[in-house]
Nanobody, 127 residues
């Protein structure tokens, strides 16, 4: 079992920045994991935002956030981060951190890939 917990959500104006953090219970061992950020806006499906494969630090981004968001990790601290810049009102959503041991051939932005989920943190962007 793996615990995942998000923090860092809040409210900012459009154009601002936020940094989300995700702490996990087991990221500093010898196994490789996919850690991803997903979001769900009111009335919409949950979508993949960004993910990282700890085995080789490959990162992947949704087109809607590419160039504005950056995912990074401090594996010794079992922590992942999502730096979000130039935020837009359409980025408003509950953001979830999720994890999976090992790679998933369908890609890490697919929520089906993930085994462990946090409870989410709310991000609100005002215009």
């Amino acid at each position: 079992q793996m615990q995942v917990k998000e923090s860092g959500g809040g409210s900012v104006q459009a154009g601002g920045s936020l940094r989300l953090s995700c702490t996990t219970s087991r990221l500093d061992d010898d196994d490789a994991y996919i850690i991803g950020w997903f979001r769900q806006a009111p009335g919409k499906e949950r979508e993949g935002v960004a993910c990282i494969y700890t085995g080789d630090d490959r990162t992947f981004y949704a087109n809607s956030v590419s160039g504005r968001f950056m995912i990074s990790g401090d594996y010794a601290k079992s922590s992942l981060y999502l730096q979000m810049d130039n935020l837009k009102p359409e980025d408003t959503a509950t953001y979830y951190c999720a994890a999976r041991k090992g790679w998933y051939v369908g890609g890490c932005l697919d929520q089906i890939a993930m085994s462990y989920w946090g409870e989410g943190t709310l991000v609100t962007i005002s215009s």
